[in-house]
């Protein structure tokens, strides 16, 4: 079944600095890869994602990349905002969602 | 938010209760998820149904046992749990003709003692 790494766990920005969180798959069926945010106390909700046949989408100061070849894709933020500290999860989905482990992200103001 | 609801939102209970979580979703989706969210792992997949169909059962100790007597709405029946059964346990749904986007209920903090 299909593998997703997640790095870094934890991750300190200061504000107006950019963030990146990056995550590799296994299976190379996969096609789907969305972010999720999740504030303390609150669902997952979804913030981006992407499909197999594109390599960067972006919205706002959220972008996202995805390199097929190499089986990883990466969340960007620019310009962070203290309201952008969250846990942020990737998944990857051939049918069926396979979570990463989470990115607890830190805006220092 | 109320597209995907869930009650309780918080509960405890002994290792010999039975209790349900209920899930219910008002965005008209054909497919309905059960996760547990334990801290430091990743979001685990439990259960899935298709048009009120199982098609999925992630390896679940027969402790759970879901029900979904029909598109819109899913339940968690447990019983005879463990400590470490506590979590936090999230509904989604999506239609699966549309998207792949799931969107998720607020969660039944659960905690076993």
């Known amino acids: 079944g299909e593998n997703v790494e997640q790095h870094p766990s934890t991750l300190s920005v200061q504000e107006g600095d950019s963030a990146v969180i990056k995550c590799t798959y296994s299976d190379s069926a996969s096609n789907y890869f969305p972010w999720y945010k999740q504030e303390l106390g609150k669902r997952p909700q979804l913030i981006i994602d992407i499909r197999s046949n594109v390599g960067e989408k972006k919205d706002q100061r959220i972008a996202v990349t995805l390199n097929k070849t190499a089986k990883h894709f990466s969340l960007h933020i620019t310009e962070t905002q203290p309201e952008d500290s969250a846990v942020y999860f990737c998944?990857?989905?051939?049918?069926?969602?396979?979570f990463g482990t989470g990115t607890r992200l830190t805006i220092i103001p | 938010e109320t597209g995907v609801t869930q009650t309780p939102r918080h509960l405890v209970m002994g290792m010999t209760n039975k209790k349900s979580l209920k899930c219910e979703q008002h965005?008209?989706?054909?497919?309905m998820y059960w996760y547990k969210q334990s801290a430091k792992k990743p979001l685990e997949l439990m259960f899935v149904?298709?048009?009120?169909?199982?098609?999925e059962n992630n390896s679940v100790p027969s402790r759970f046992s879901p029900e979904c007597p029909n598109s819109s709405h899913l339940f968690l029946h447990l019983h005879t749990l463990q400590p470490e059964d506590s979590a936090l346990y999230l509904c989604?749904?999506?239609?699966?003709?549309?998207?792949?986007?799931?969107?998720f209920g607020p969660g039944t903090r659960l905690t076993v003692t």
């Open positions: 989604a749904s999506r239609s699966t003709g549309a998207s792949y986007e799931q969107y």
């Open positions: 998944a990857a989905s051939n049918e069926k969602l396979t």
């Open positions: 965005l008209g989706h054909n497919a």
């Open positions: 149904y298709n048009f009120k169909e199982q098609t």
